[in-house]
Nanobody, 116 residues
């Protein structure tokens, strides 16, 4: 059974930092492209950052230079280091694992709230 579990969300002040983690089990982690997406209230889910199986990264323009995505294949985990957080980063952050159209899995999400 495939399972994606996110952790690390919470409340942080503007300008602060948080690190999100995602653990994937039930499949061969190293063969999956991984990503973080977020959904704010009343808005559509949007891409934050992705990292392919060969470690190629991609970022949304809104987070470039502030967020860093990484993966550790030996631990079957992915992380998102978020610095210089802004109120507009407030959202539920979802972990995604994808290898093909049918092998596409989502985590339940973790809440990130940036507020003073």
């Amino acid at each position: 059974q495939v399972q994606l579990v996110e952790s690390g969300g919470g409340l942080v002040q503007p300008g602060g930092s948080l690190t999100l983690s995602c653990a994937l089990s039930g499949v061969i982690f190293s063969t999956y492209n991984m990503g973080w997406y977020r959904q704010a209230p009343g808005k559509q889910r949007e891409l934050v950052a992705t990292i392919t199986s060969d470690y190629t990264t991609n970022y949304a323009d809104s987070v470039k230079g502030r967020f860093t995505i990484s993966r550790e294949n030996v631990k079957n985990t992915m992380a998102l280091q978020m610095n210089s957080l802004k109120p507009e980063d407030t959202a539920v952050y979802h972990c995604n694992a994808r290898r093909t159209a049918s092998e596409n899995f989502w985590g339940q999400g973790t809440q990130v709230t940036v507020s003073s």
